[in-house]
């Protein structure tokens, strides 16, 4: 898919959150909306202006990506020339603590804390790389190495808790937690290699095997996990959170009435497959799979785990592939879930799920909605009923 170009606009505030004005559009090479690296490069080089991107205000495009898009940035340090602007500062009660006046700096002067007294020592270069509803993310280069910064908002801050989890049974498959706030900010060890975007077929058993490796281990501390406020969607949970999903929309999506009356069955049917229920990453597609030639394979974004049917993971990473090139891979994983569970039917489970996966991703998405404010809702409002729609016609 192709994106028309991103024409950036920054609205400055100082550091008390006073408007000063904004500064002229201009072009960055990425069009992927949370992105900022090139916007704080391109502010620097062309105005003089030395800013922390914010938040997304408004985009003249319904869905991501491209397009003019208008950010809340910080003026650090310089004296750009500014055009007025409209913008009027207001508080929001979802807003992520990264995206307020004076958060970025709070959130590094807590990294910087911890990395001098350690023996990564004092950053030499930090860089902004991205910030979005769902996360603010800096690089900081040290004298022991590279290490990121992660600061979540509140309704994914239990990620740490999973990193330390895997921390402590399977050392570097996911990345090395090295600090954790509690409130949703994390430093993370650097892992070498690239992420496994558009990963062929052969590549995501590998990506299939690593997972089961740590879904398997996870099966005897999955009740651990839940009172560390891992969601949970064992049981009867997920009916529920689905059903809340698709209520607004019960009426409007042709057949959706119908593929909701008969989950209670279907998941009966799924729980008669005997696959147990396990830690699932909940986004497992091959871009948060990261690999190097000189390391095994290591797991990322871990915000969106729950604890549930590991065929959700599954399907994920089978996306894109075609029939015959998912089949080998299904076969698989079956046959390492046979192992677990003798006697179960993995592969009917995956069958059946498949229209249940979108419709948890209606729940992921409209708890992401529900959770951020309201100038950030076109990063997810339209996937509700998208997910839905795909899963009437999956069904």
């Known amino acids: 898919m192709t994106f028309p170009a991103r024409i950036v606009v920054?609205?400055?505030?100082?550091?008390?959150?006073?408007?000063?004005?904004?500064?002229?559009?201009?072009?960055?090479?990425?069009?992927?909306?949370?992105?900022?690296?090139?916007?704080?490069?391109?502010?620097?080089?062309?105005?003089g202006a030395r800013v922390s991107v914010l938040r997304l205000l408004h985009a003249d495009r319904a869905h991501p990506h491209g397009g003019l898009v208008r950010y809340l940035a910080q003026l650090e340090q310089g004296k750009p020339e500014l055009v007025p602007t409209s913008f009027e500062p207001a508080p929001h009660p979802q807003r992520a603590p990264f995206a307020?006046?004076?958060?970025?700096?709070?959130?590094?002067?807590?990294a910087r804390g911890l990395l001098e007294?350690?023996?990564?020592?004092?950053?030499?270069?930090?860089?902004?790389?991205?910030?979005?509803?769902?996360?603010?993310?800096?690089?900081?280069?040290?004298?022991?190495g590279t290490v990121w910064l992660?600061?979540?908002?509140?309704?994914?801050?239990?990620?740490?808790?999973?990193?330390?989890?895997?921390?402590?049974?399977?050392?570097?498959?996911?990345?090395?937690?090295?600090?954790?706030?509690?409130?949703?900010?994390?430093?993370?060890?650097?892992?070498?290699?690239?992420?496994?975007?558009?990963?062929?077929?052969?590549?995501?058993?590998?990506?299939?095997?690593?997972?089961h490796r740590l879904q398997r281990r996870a099966l005897e501390d999955a009740d651990a996990l839940a009172e560390r406020d891992v969601r949970d969607r064992r049981g009867g949970l997920l009916l529920e959170q689905i059903?809340?999903?698709?209520?607004?929309?019960?009426g409007e999506i042709f057949g959706l009435d119908d593929l909701v009356a008969g989950?209670?069955?279907?998941?009966?049917?799924?729980?008669?497959?005997a696959v147990p229920d396990t830690l699932v990453h909940g986004d497992f597609h091959p871009g948060n799979v990261r690999f190097s030639a000189s390391v095994p394979p290591a797991v990322l974004d871990w915000g969106d785990a729950f604890?549930?049917?590991?065929?959700?993971?599954?399907?994920?990473?089978?996306?894109?592939?075609?029939?015959?090139?998912?089949?080998?891979?299904?076969?698989?994983?079956s046959a390492l879930w046979r192992q677990v569970a003798p006697g179960s039917d993995p592969a009917r489970a995956v069958e059946l799920l498949r229209p249940v996966a979108p419709l948890l991703g209606a729940v992921v998405y409209a708890n992401?909605?529900?959770?951020?404010?309201?100038?950030?809702?076109?990063?997810?409002?339209?996937?509700v009923p998208t997910c839905l729609k795909t899963a009437v016609e999956q069904a």
């Open 10 to 47: 920054l609205v400055l505030v100082d550091g008390d959150g006073g408007v000063l004005g904004e500064l002229p559009p201009f072009e960055v090479g990425s069009p992927w909306w949370p992105e900022v690296e090139e916007i704080v490069d391109g502010a620097r080089e062309r105005f």
């Open 100 to 110: 307020e006046v004076g958060g970025p700096a709070e959130s590094l002067a807590w």
């Open 117 to 144: 007294r350690s023996a990564y020592g004092t950053p030499k270069e930090i860089r902004q790389r991205k910030t979005w509803n769902l996360s603010g993310l800096w690089r900081l280069e040290t004298a022991g």
């Open 150 to 211: 992660k600061h979540l908002p509140p309704f994914l801050r239990a990620e740490h808790e999973v990193l330390a989890w895997i921390g402590a049974v399977a050392p570097g498959a996911a990345p090395p937690l090295i600090a954790a706030d509690g409130t949703g900010r994390q430093l993370l060890g650097h892992l070498p290699g690239e992420d496994g975007f558009f990963a062929p077929a052969q590549d995501r058993v590998a990506m299939a095997d690593l997972l």
């Open 243 to 250: 059903v809340a999903a698709a209520e607004p929309w019960l």
């Open 263 to 273: 989950l209670p069955d279907r998941l009966a049917a799924v729980e008669d497959c």
């Open 307 to 333: 604890l549930g049917n590991p065929a959700f993971d599954l399907i994920r990473l089978c996306e894109g592939l075609e029939p015959g090139e998912a089949g080998p891979l299904i076969e698989r994983w």
């Open 368 to 383: 992401f909605v529900h959770n951020i404010e309201p100038s950030e809702w076109p990063y997810h409002a339209d996937d």
